[in-house]
């Protein structure tokens, strides 16, 4: 119970998810223990297969984290000083941040103000002759507009690196995110549909030259041992972490199907309410399956319904307060306020409620009456 003597509701519960699996999970953890094998190896090896297979792409590369997996992948097509790549001006900070940590330049765009997700027609009109990338972003578990981006990638002659750190398991017409671009880059940070006991991550790319690259990056460039070809990193998933993710992965598709059944009965809960029309609901665009890593809502007067909630014990975020090109380190891109309106006002207005694969339907109830109570104050 929350301290107003509502019931209170997290924004996530891992330890809900922990429960059932407790013991193979500890099983799993035991068996790396057991065969003092922490780095790379055979749990690392059936990870990346059985995460190939789920994600219907040839090659699978486990990394240490969705950052380093962007950052791998960039490093990969030769990204670096002068060039620049396109890319949302909305999105965790690791988008942009990878581009300019090799060098390159940022070139910041907005969204679509429904989807939130990249605007193609920006990426299109932000293209020149130093573009090397475009990075999409599947944004709360809901795939960009590829078809368009892959064409406009085509047109100027370069790669697609779709960042799918909050996707795994999202399609577009039945083609899974990470699968669509020269590079897809995923993040297994605890709270994603699919996570780990700290951080992780996954590339995934069609090319076997690409695939090779990868695996050359994320241990130091070497092949063989201590014979370098190329500067790397130390960008390995540690086995135990692959051991934990092999329990999991059977159940994500589940999981991923709870959270849609809850984004349904918050549809529906809004609209019993009468809050349509007030409330901006996620949308799912015909022909792409969204797997709601956020349930995220647009609201008036944001700030102070989240206080509200807060208040009622019902845990709630912002992603993201301030987009990129109004950050501080991007000052030296000069841009201002009002060069990008859509994800600026997304910024100021949207919220994230909490959408876990466990949460209950009286905790959504919960959730929405609370909301009710805070428009009507």
């Known amino acids: 119970m929350s301290v107003t003597g509502h019931p209170s509701v997290p924004l996530l519960d891992l330890e809900a998810q922990y429960r059932p699996l407790r013991d193979e999970i500890l099983s799993a953890i035991t068996r790396v223990c057991d065969s ?43 990204v670096g000083p002068g060039d620049e790549v396109v890319t949302s001006t909305y999105s965790f900070f690791a988008t942009a941040g990878c581009v ?8 910041l765009v907005d969204i679509d103000p429904v989807t939130y997700n990249l605007d193609p027609a920006a990426v299109k009109a932000s293209l020149s002759p130093r573009t090397r990338a475009i990075v999409p972003v599947h944004l709360f578990g809901l795939c960009a507009e590829m078809d368009p981006i892959l064409e406009i990638a085509a047109g100027a002659k ?47 790319t069609n090319d076997p030259k690409l695939a090779h690259e990868l695996r050359l990056l994320r241990n130091h460039g070497a092949e063989p041992k201590y014979y370098h070809k190329r500067i790397g990193g130390n960008f390995r998933l540690d086995a135990l972490q692959a051991a934990v993710l092999r329990v999991k992965l059977p159940h994500l598709h589940a999981w991923s199907e709870n959270r849609r059944r809850n984004a349904a009965a918050y549809d529906r809960l809004f609209a019993e309410a009468g809050l349509i029309g007030r409330v901006g609901l996620p949308v799912e665009p015909r022909g792409r399956r969204h ?5 995220v809502v647009r609201i008036p007067e944001r700030d102070r319904v989240r206080a509200f909630l807060t208040e009622r014990g019902i845990g709630t975020e912002i992603y993201y307060p301030v987009p990129f090109h109004l950050q501080e380190c991007f000052r030296s891109l000069g841009h201002a306020r009002g060069d ?15 959408i876990y694969a466990e949460l209950t339907p009286d905790q959504q109830s ?12």
């Not at 577009?172 to 951080?199: E, V």
């Open 366 to 377: 919960t959730v929405v009456a609370a909301i009710a109570d805070a428009l009507r104050t």
């Open 36 to 78: 003092q094998r922490f780095i790379l190896g055979p749990e690392v090896d059936a990870l990346e297969r059985e995460l190939a297979a789920m994600l219907r792409v040839p090659h699978a590369i486990s990394v240490s984290s969705g950052t380093d997996a962007l950052l791998a992948a960039l490093m990969a097509i030769g």
């Open 340 to 354: 990008f309106p859509h994800a600026e006002e997304a910024a100021a207005s949207t919220l994230a409620l909490p």
């Open 100 to 107: 300019a940590r090799l060098g390159a330049v940022p070139i």
């Open 158 to 204: 370069v790669p697609t690196i779709e960042d799918a750190c909050q996707a795994i398991g999202a399609t577009d017409r039945d083609r899974q995110a990470g699968s669509m671009g020269a590079i897809g880059c995923f993040s297994f940070f605890p709270s994603k549909n699919l996570g780990a006991f700290g951080d992780g991550g996954l590339v995934t």
């Open 291 to 295: 797997i709601f890593n956020q349930y």
